[in-house]
């Protein structure tokens, strides 16, 4: 039994009692690492402990999510615990895979003659007071067999041949059996068993194409696609750092301007009336946007000379126009967005070039890199330059978006 097998709610349970707790996640991490399938990397780690400056981000849960991607048995997931003396999770999830509900006999496809009598049976083990539901296609089967763990079609007819299913219950959760196929035949003599069954996995429900990880830059459109095979067609749903993204309901999710609180790690639920189906984990990387990862030129030329050499990025394009999308309409707002506009002069009209404005722009860019600002650095602006810039700067500045401009000279930084 693996740990992708418990409900979410039990692992959001288990991940509470893992998240600030002295005995917690990390100490997990140390004991599950006695095995190599399971050792952590720094970075690894690191990625999981970053989860904490997400309001509705959880450090356990990113690394039982981690767990659960390489196969993690539950088995060994208790032995860690036990290791760990950590009593409390150890209670609770093995409470909870003893109330976990298990199909023991699963209904298998059968062919009969005309008139015979096919009994399809199905049985769970778990909680008390398990009940069943067979359903013939969509359809639910309301005879007196269709909420027994064994449904009788007697006498066989051509309205029995189907496609049938059984639905285990308690209370809100429940487990769906594997398809069994049912085909009447003319002979008595045929052989048991059916060449046609239902087409897919077993679970009647398969992912042909699984989301990918990619790496973006700010401003970028980032898609990404997830496609499943199901009878009845499935529907789609698009998490984010396990949290559902409103409006993406479709199996291609699309980003059109993606910022840093893009980044993190994406999955698709697949479903259908029957089943459900969870995607690969896919991360997203956001790097700067192409302004911000300019490289500088540094130009000598002469005393007399006005002129200003800017980056790489070329003249004729503002700046501060590449730096970030255009801004959302207010409502959408939640003050996450954060800007900064740095300026440093290095050339003078009436005196010799400076050489500290250049590293003083580069150490505040990294500086506020870190602390998630989308940065715009500029080199050697006359006043006409500065004052456009600014003005630029300031139409970024829309409801819920902090921002801080700083100008560079020769003695050190100071704000506009």
Not at 293 to 305: P, Q
Not at 350 to 358: D, E, F, R, S, V
Request: overall charge neutral; glycine content about 6%.
């Amino acid at each position: 039994m693996n740990i992708s097998s418990l409900s979410e709610e039990s692992l959001n349970k288990l991940s509470k009692m893992l998240d600030n707790c002295s005995c917690g996640w990390r100490q997990l991490a140390n004991a599950a690492g006695e095995h190599p399938q399971f050792r952590c990397s720094e970075k690894e780690l690191t990625s999981c402990s970053l989860q904490v400056l997400d309001a509705a981000g959880s450090p356990a849960r990113t690394f039982l999510a981690w767990l659960a991607d390489r196969g993690c048995p539950m088995d060994f997931l208790l032995h860690c615990l036990r290791k760990m003396d950590n009593k409390e999770a150890l209670q609770f999830l093995t409470t909870t895979v003893s109330e976990q509900i298990r199909i023991t006999v699963q209904p298998q496809s059968q062919q009969a003659s005309l008139g015979s009598r096919v009994v399809l049976t199905c049985r769970a083990s778990g909680p008390p007071g398990l009940s069943y539901q067979w359903f013939k296609g969509k359809e639910e089967i309301l005879n007196e067999t269709g909420s027994l763990p064994e449904l009788v079609l007697c006498p066989l007819g051509p309205a029995h041949q189907g496609y049938y299913i059984c639905r285990i219950n308690h209370g809100g959760q429940c487990l769906f059996s594997t398809w069994a196929h049912v085909r009447l035949v003319h002979s008595a003599g045929s052989s048991p068993g059916c060449s046609s069954l239902f087409p897919g996995s077993v679970s009647g429900l398969q992912i042909s194409q699984q989301p990918q990880t990619q790496a973006a830059s700010e401003g970028d459109v980032l898609v990404m696609k997830c496609k499943a095979e199901a009878n009845p067609p499935p529907q789609y749903e698009w998490y984010h750092n396990k949290m559902p993204i409103p409006q993406q309901k479709a199996c291609s999710l699309k980003i059109p301007c993606v910022t840093t609180e893009h980044r993190g790690e994406y999955r698709c639920k697949v479903f259908n009336l029957y089943h459900e189906a969870w995607s690969d984990t896919a991360t997203v990387t956001i790097g700067p946007s192409s302004v911000t990862d300019a490289s500088w030129v540094e130009v000598d030329r002469g005393l007399e000379s006005q002129e200003v050499q800017r980056s790489k990025t070329g003249l004729g394009i503002n700046p501060v126009q590449q730096m970030a999308c255009p801004p959302p309409a207010a409502k959408n707002f939640y003050a996450t967005d954060k800007v900064a506009l740095l300026i440093g002069n290095m050339n003078y009209l009436h005196h010799t070039q400076l050489t500290a404005p250049i590293s003083d722009v580069h150490e505040l860019t990294n500086l506020l890199r870190q602390m998630d600002f989308k940065v715009v650095s500029l080199l050697d602006l006359n006043w006409q330059e500065m004052n456009s810039a600014v003005t630029e700067f300031l139409l970024l500045l829309d409801k819920g978006v902090y921002g801080q401009s700083i100008y560079v000279p020769s003695y050190g930084a100071g704000s506009l």
